[in-house]
């Protein structure tokens, strides 16, 4: 019945709208002028509401800047994320002038050069040296940019060398929630398959594989200890996840069949980080950002970051995957295609692998 | 006797002549009537989930009315609140600013601005329609299936698009939509092929490559781009399709869900994002080249001036076309593909911003000293300087793999796009009918309604866009259904409010315009033969359609089409199909 009121309002409103059009277009040609043609009157109106509009509009993006300036995310909790952060900073200060100067010299000329009988359009159909200028200097500027970026993006991305002293730890994605696991002592993680998924075993870790006895998984949240670089490892159950560290300026998909890298280094504790955003209840946490159905956007793990000593006591209470997996069915065949190189403690080749 | 075979003669006229019709502009308007209507059904299905984001949980009557059980107690469902955001992508980019867009002018305008009688194959161009409407049918009818339409974005990735146990939309609204796509791109094909050989080989005497309007350029650019990366889309639709239906393992590998490990090994979803960005990419500029070139043209006849550096337009666009192909991996910088990769394409990536300036610079010096006349089609191409400039700026930052870590997949990226992409395009496509419309449906729109429509949409359409990159800044991820389960994002509930308030203000404007468009169509003023005094050919053809477009012979062409206030001139325009005099200058054709 609503439905139906509705539809018979549009065609009444409709209807009425189209009558009133109807009336102005014939007062419009008993007055001999035509609905469509754009009258001095109307071509000064809207060239008086282009600056008017750039007042607005300017005025509209430093308002967003002063009202929600302050919900950007706070400085970097990371050592990387200082550079992408300052990387930021010099991309803005060059395209903030771009923006303004080439809106303000649209509006501008849009206002000044409104039609005038009486005057003519200068021909000048171009200008070869001023055609070359804006060619070459966005080309100096991007060059410098990029050069920028990509020294930058480089240094993020390597992987930490084997023998610095790093965390080692596994992020595994899957609907709609994260498990990290430790790789403990020995560096290294056991093998893992979705086809050994049982029960408790919910990464599928070959129990026997020497690796996954010191293995330590952990859910709900996980530690990192401060000023120590940490390797992360990305794997997925079931479909693409993404781990978004937004505070560590850090992020990479979590990708079924292969595993992803992604390090930093956290630069404050979770204790720091909440007195210098002033709020006692605030956490490192790890988003989901790749669409992965319905409960997609709740699927969150926080993350805790401490001194080494605390960071080791805690790892300390966690068990072990052989302690926390007792009846542990050795399984006789290995599935040979995948596991070749799983255990292989660096990850360098894997992404490069599956293009 | 005689009488009753004439009438059924008059009948098979009728069907031959708005229906199954060969005629390049009537195909226009069936391309512009379905892109707008399957248009305002993704800006209803956008105002719909901007309720639930602007208000979260909170009951709006409305959307079950609208919706029924998608929305139980007014309250959108998280499944198919993705369902919508899917659908709303899908149909805007590809039946509205592909589709609409390109089918619309380029169908409207080749023949007539080149000085063709019809497009090379009448009947490829009315099988390209067909195939686009059966194509639009079915993704409307996937709409009502069971599990609902696809839900797994409009990038439709693997495994979260292969498997109906991962998400409802998955089953059969996925079948449908890969259906429809494909009938989609055979549509996009056959217009693409049809444009080209047109534009090579159809045009009239005099009219050299140089002497074609932007507009032509653009659409021709666009066509190449088309059928060279369409073709891609197919195949990884096609796979796709063995992986869902034929246990097949190209996307999928090690996968575990809902309680059983599936047994799909090697295969690496990674792939599936390489195919659909190879087309995925190129369609960005599917979508805007066109548009750029439509504003080009009226920006010109506006401003009563040439465009600035029309041999610097075109090999802008040029520049622009080619770059795009190799610029597709920027869309993965976090898909895990090897961070070497990543720093090629932000190479090439940021090399797009150089035509990009070039562009924006021509059209600036083209206003500069102008004589402009504020028609509502040179309101929208001014709009489009705007928004490509606002969005474009930002993709600097966007295209920079250091520093899409941190905003890749959030509300920057939604900002960005639809400000760059949507915004341009559509007003673009909004300039081309105020502009075109007398060729189309030989009668005038009003122009006031056309102001109001303008600052109406521009000023929403800010509204809605810009507020996004601080949600960006915040960390906010996009496709979420909710943010109030993180404390973080307490603050950005406003900015949400506002959003979608603009949201539907926009949607109510664009009421003006439906309104404009069908009374205009019907009632409005007679055309005169050339309203903007313009200079392309297709304003030397009659008010009324006649089919073949000249009722004599096809004029020739003698200059090019941007001789506006050109000094010695006793008018401000001088047309194609004046004869140059003695010494005079062919501005296009000399440096």
Known sequence: MTKFLIIVTGILGLAVVFQILRTFQLAAKLRGKNDWEVTDHENKTQALMMPIFMVFFFGFVIWQIMRWGHLSLPESASIHGEETDMLLSVTWWIITPVFFITHILLFYFCYKFVYNKDRRADFYPHNNKLEMLWTIVPTIVLTCLIIYGLVTWNKIMTPIAEDTDHVLIELYGKQFDWTARYAGEDMRFGDANTRRIEGANVLGIDSADVNAADDKIVKGEFHLPVNKPVQFVFRSQDIIHSAYMPHFRAQMNCVPGMKTQFNFVPKYTTAEMREKVGNPEFDYLVLCNKICGAAHYNMQIKIVVESQEDYDKWLAEQATFIASNEVAPVQPEKPAVIEAEAAAPTLENDSTKTE | ?591
Not at chain 2, 144 to 157: F, L, N, R
Not at chain 2, 530 to 555: A, F, K, Q, R
């Open chain 2, 1 to 591: 006797m005689s009488a009753h075979a004439e009438h059924h003669h008059h009948e098979e006229d009728f069907l031959f002549k708005y229906v199954f019709s060969q005629d390049h502009k009537m195909i226009a308007k069936q391309f512009l009537v379905t892109g707008f209507t399957m248009g305002f059904i993704g800006m209803l299905m956008s105002t719909f989930f901007r309720l639930q984001l602007g208000w979260p949980g909170k009951s709006f009557p409305i959307l079950e009315t609208f919706m029924g059980d998608w929305a139980p107690n007014g309250v959108l469902d998280p499944d198919k609140y993705l369902a919508l955001v899917t659908i709303h992508g899908t149909i805007m980019v590809f039946f509205l600013l592909t589709a609409g867009l390109s089918g619309t002018f380029s169908n409207l305008l080749i023949p007539l601005q080149i000085g063709a009688r019809d497009m090379a194959s009448g009947f490829l161009n009315m099988l390209s329609y067909w195939f686009f409407l059966t194509s639009s049918i079915i993704m409307l009818y996937s709409l009502g299936v069971e599990g609902g339409p696809a839900s797994a974005g409009w990038t439709i990735y693997p495994p979260l698009s292969a498997l109906p146990q991962a998400i409802p939309g998955s089953g059969t609204g996925m079948t449908l939509w890969l259906v429809s796509m494909s009938l989609f791109i055979v549509s996009s094909l056959l217009g693409g092929l049809n444009y080209i050989v047109t534009i090579i080989n159809l045009r009239t005497k005099g009219m050299k490559m140089t002497r074609m309007p932007l507009t032509i350029w653009a659409f021709f650019l666009t066509a190449i781009l088309g059928v060279l990366s369409f073709p891609v889309l197919f195949s990884a639709a096609l796979l796709l399709v063995f992986d869902r239906s034929f246990h097949t393992s190209f996307y999928l590998s090690d996968i575990y869900i809902a309680g059983e490990s599936l047994g799909y090994e090697g295969g690496s979803p990674i792939l599936f994002e390489h195919l659909f960005w190879f087309l995925g990419h190129p369609e960005v500029y599917i979508v805007l080249l066109p548009a750029l070139g439509l504003s080009s043209e009226i920006i010109s006849v506006n401003a009563r001036k040439p465009i600035f550096g029309y041999r610097a337009m075109i090999g802008s666009m040029m520049a622009i076309g080619f770059i795009s192909f190799i610029v597709w991996g920027h869309h993965m910088f976090m898909s895990g593909m090897n961070p070497f990769l990543g720093a090629v394409f932000t190479f090439t990536t940021l090399l797009v911003a150089i035509p990009s300036a070039v562009k924006v610079f021509n059209y600036l010096t083209t206003l500069f000293k102008g004589n402009l006349v504020f028609t509502p089609q040179m309101l929208f191409a001014i709009g489009l300087v705007s928004t490509f400039i606002s969005g474009g700026l930002t993709g600097i930052i966007l295209g920079d793999a250091a520093l899409d870590i941190n905003i890749h997949d959030t509300y920057f990226v939604v900002g960005h796009f639809h400000i760059v992409m949507g915004l341009s395009a559509i007003f673009g496509m909004f300039a081309g009918v105020y502009h075109w419309f007398p060729k189309l449906f030989t009668r005038m729109m009003n122009n006031k309604l056309g102001y109001a429509h303008f600052w109406i949409t521009i000023v929403c359409a800010y509204g809605v866009f810009l507020p996004m990159h601080f949600m960006g800044f915040a960390g906010m991820p996009r496709r979420y259904y909710d943010y109030s389960n993180f404390p973080m994002f307490d603050g950005t509930l406003e900015i949400g409010e506002i959003i979608s308030v603009f949201a539907i203000i926009a949607a109510l404007g664009q009421v003006i315009f439906l309104i404009n468009f069908v009374y205009s169509a019907i009632w409005g003023t007679r055309a005169p033969k050339n309203p903007w005094n313009s200079n392309t050919l297709e304003w030397t053809t009659p008010v009324e359609h006649i089919h073949g477009n000249w009722p004599g012979e096809i004029p020739e062409v003698h200059r090019w089409p941007y001789d506006y206030s050109k000094p010695g001139k006793e008018l401000d325009y001088v047309p194609q199909t004046v004869p140059l005099e003695e010494g005079e200058l062919d501005e296009g054709n000399h440096h």
